[in-house]
């Protein structure tokens, strides 16, 4: 299947205006495939002239145009040629679709809980066309009509609400939608269940499997809280109210994103309906993400990018507003810690990588490439740069330039020169200059503090600056132990700037650069600063200022400016004082993964027993039953070599007070008890015998993965590298659960096997399931230059897919500073 090239958009563009789509499916048949008709009304600029629509039949069943017949064989792969346009056309396409398990397209899942089947679509990057026949593209926007016929007792929603109510049961018309883009056309079929509410005369929804209906019931209070909270917050923000009618939100099985913003009915992934005890960073998150899809009510949906080298109008603006309003208008008033814990460090890391490009690359060449920029510069870095513009705008300027680019491009389509002339225009600044290097240059800068000092007095302070030397506005946090003495905002520009208010000040005990994390920029502390960390850090009130402090010191053993020991040191000091769940579960996350890569076998084994002390210290301090201790025990397990002891867990033996081991916990022990060697076969049929649901089925699946067992990993490779009958998660919960540090002897003959492997693989699936399956299962633990050998012979090779590419770029980039930390 072609994708569809810049080029060729921009030519469609200019030719055509469409102006409806009428789309009735039939999903009454087998569980195969589906009936689609879609009606598609359009103009032509140039009549007698000649285009293409888009679709990917199973059969090809009829298209007309203009009342004309045209020749169902003259498809070409997913192209339907279109001669001799009128000034006024319309096409007609009747066509039988098949039924997706990769979560794209529309998706079919039979729960094993009961039964049911479930249907939900996906139409992003350029999946409308897996369900009926467009033209697709963004800035082809037009208003969509659709129809469903369902078996009896269905639940079905779509981006309108149903003409005979809320949603449909059954064969359903729905309204006639505001003018959408077509990879946000959404629906979900099948016997959902349902909670409905109304918040300042908009109509809510929340949908999920009946499997899932007690769980949803017990926090829809709490989502439709956020929810309305939300709504009010950006309708102060932006001026504008929510343009979509009714607003959705059905959480769905096996989809492969966090969620996906379809105007009236955003779809989640429904591992956000908790069936079992979580913390309050889960929360915090679930919150953050809800809030990011209402974003893009306003960046995406009422004013949408003309091509995807404006996807960071998209997501970095939801990103940057998910987050402030998540932090601003919700219980989370702490989302910012989260955000530089995880997400930011995430931008920090690609931003790093040979694979790296701007938040605004000058262009994407077709929609396959444009799958690639959904990382972590699109989202985190982007969200940091807006950061830092808000910083030195102001909100004022900020938002009024929003609202001028809202009125001008409603349900129309825009680039980043409209944004930039509407908040230029708002400032009295030309941000072009901004734009180039924040926008048009990749690359992360590093700040240093530069100190010389006399007779316990600063003589001087200034702030150097390495890489693409930005200006910054940060904040500087002069520390005397934990407490903050003073915040001091400077403007770094160039190479060297001078802290001048702090000339004769005592000395501190800690200089903190980047206090606030205002900017998007690594940070090194100054030798006196950096050998106090340690002490201070676990006292510091401000739970941003101890990320900026621990992201620091994970991204220097990163650089290989301090070692893995000196972070084990740090974990050991710190951790045990923590007070946040959310910092706990980031600073354990990103260290375990740095000390599997980073270490040879035998220091890593010696290296986890402290850290698996410092868990044990926080979970016998934690309060019984809340979020810290649950953050505590999960760590504890993923580090622990204790099989006894967590075999007893299971059991119900030496549980600590207050900690409950419920389903999801029971499963996070049976994984490691996997891993461990202490869980066999049996032990997993047991617990998903306990568990028959979606998520007992991953979990399954994950752990016997996991095992050290040679029969184990080779149906574990056969699943990843052949199998397509089985769905995207559960293919995914193999490609996870292979590769394991303890196991290095028994997979390294899977090393060569999968650079031998994955190019025919990552060609069985479609681009976004290939791409997580490749990087998943990536032999990121075989830290060898001979890894790095076979890596550079597949990327020599002219024939591998884009995302496989770009995986393979990006691990061989980890792979070299693992081999240098371990050096």
Request: glycine share 8%; charged share 25%; hydrophobic share 45%.
């Amino acid at each position: 299947m072609r994708s569809l090239t810049r080029a060729e958009a921009a030519d469609r563009a200019d030719l055509l205006t469409v102006e409806s789509y009428a789309v009735e499916l039939d999903v009454t048949g087998g569980p195969e495939r589906f009936r689609s008709t879609a009606t598609v009304r359009f103009r032509s600029a140039r009549p007698g002239a000649a285009t293409f629509a888009e679709i990917r039949p199973v059969e090809l069943r009829s298209a007309t145009l203009n009342g004309t017949p045209l020749d169902v064989s003259t498809l070409d792969g997913n192209r339907i040629p279109l001669a001799g346009l009128a000034d006024v056309n319309e096409l007609v396409v009747e066509a039988d679709m098949a039924y997706s398990n990769t979560g794209e397209g529309l998706h079919r899942f039979v729960d094993p809980a009961d039964g049911e089947t479930y249907l939900y679509a996906m139409s992003f990057l350029d999946d409308a066309q897996r369900i009926f026949a467009c033209f697709d593209q963004p800035d082809l926007k037009a208003p969509f009509t659709l129809t469903v016929h369902a078996p009896e007792g269905w639940l079905v929603a779509a981006n309108g609400a149903a003409e005979a109510g809320r949603a449909a049961e059954a064969d359903g018309r729905f309204v006639t939608t505001p003018p959408l883009a077509t990879y946000f056309v959404s629906l979900v079929a099948g016997p959902y269940h349902a909670r409905y509410d109304e918040h300042d005369g908009i109509p809510l929804g929340l949908f999920c499997r009946r499997s899932l209906a007690a769980h949803l019931d017990k926090d829809a209070d709490e989502i439709f809280e956020i929810t309305k909270a939300c709504f009010d917050r950006y309708h102060e923000l932006f001026g504008v109210r929510y343009p979509f009618g009714k607003y959705d939100q059905a959480f769905v099985p096996e989809f492969n994103a966090g969620a996906m913003e379809n105007p009236g009915l955003v779809t989640f992934r429904d591992d956000y309906i908790f069936r079992s005890a979580v913390t309050d960073g889960d929360r915090e998150w679930r919150a953050v993400v809800i809030a990011h899809e209402m974003a893009h009510q306003w960046f995406g949906d009422l004013v949408t990018m003309r091509w995807w080298d404006d996807l960071w109008l998209n997501e970095s603006f939801a990103e940057y507003l998910g987050v402030r309003v998540t932090s601003e208008s919700t219980r989370f008033d702490r989302s910012w810690t989260t955000f530089g814990l995880r997400r930011k460090a995430s931008g920090y890391v690609a931003d790093q990588r040979p694979s790296t490009h701007p938040v605004a690359p000058d262009e994407v060449v077709d929609a396959a490439h444009a799958l690639l920029n959904f990382d972590g510069i699109s989202y985190a870095k982007g969200a940091s740069v807006l950061r830092q513009l808000v910083a030195s705008l102001g909100d004022e300027a900020f938002f009024a330039g929003l609202r001028a680019h809202f009125a001008a491009h409603r349900f129309g389509n825009a680039t980043l020169d409209d944004l930039l002339g509407a908040l230029s225009e708002a400032s009295g600044r030309d941000l072009r200059g901004w734009a180039d290097v924040w926008l048009r240059t990749s690359g992360v800068d590093t700040l240093r503090a530069d100190v010389s000092t006399a007779d316990g007095r600063y003589q001087s302070v200034h702030i150097a600056q390495t890489g693409v030397a930005r200006p910054h506005r940060v904040g500087l946090g002069v520390y005397d132990g934990p407490v903050l003495r003073r915040l001091v905002p400077v403007d770094v520009v160039g190479e060297r700037t001078e802290v001048a208010e702090l000339a004769g000040e005592p000395v501190a005990d800690l200089l903190l650069l980047n206090s606030g994390d205002l900017t998007f920029a690594k940070v090194r502390l100054d030798a006196a600063s950096a050998a106090a960390s340690a002490r201070i850090l676990p006292g510091l009130d401000d739970s941003l200022d101890r990320a900026v402090l621990w992201s620091t010191a994970i991204d220097s053993v990163r650089d290989g400016e301090s070692s893995p020991g000196d972070l084990v040191a740090l974990v050991v000091t710190a951790l045990p004082l923590e007070s946040e769940p959310l910092v706990v579960e980031g600073v354990l996350g990103m260290a375990r993964d740095l000390l599997d890569r980073y270490l040879d076998p035998a220091p890593r084994e010696i290296a986890m027993q402290p850290v698996a002390m410092a868990c044990d210290r926080l979970l016998a301090s934690a309060p019984p039953g809340g979020s810290l201790q649950l953050a505590a025990a999960r760590g504890l397990i993923e580090v622990s070599t204790d099989a006894r002891r967590l075999a007893g867990w299971l059991e119900g033996r030496g549980v600590p007070e207050g900690l409950r081991i419920d389903t999801d916990l029971r499963w996070t022990l049976c994984y490691r008890l996997a891993v461990l060697g202490a869980a066999d076969p049996d032990r997993i049929e047991a617990e998903v015998a306990d568990d028959r649901s979606a998520t007992g089925e991953q979990w399954a699946a994950r752990s016997r993965a996991a095992l050290p067992d040679a029969a184990a990993k080779a149906e574990a490779w056969r699943v990843v590298t052949e199998d397509t009958t089985l769905s995207n998660r559960l293919v995914e919960a193999n490609a996870k659960g292979f590769w394991q540090p303890e196991h290095a002897d028994l997979t390294e003959s899977y090393v060569e096997r999968y650079f031998a492997d994955m190019p025919a693989a990552a060609r069985l699936r479609t681009p976004w399931v290939a791409d997580q399956i490749a990087k998943h299962a990536f032999p990121r633990y075989a830290v060898a230059a001979s890894t790095r050998a076979a890596a550079a012979a597949l990327l020599a090779r002219d024939d591998l897919e884009p995302g496989l590419r770009r995986v393979v770029i990006d691990a061989d980039d980890d792979l070299r500073r693992a081999l240098a930390a371990r050096g």
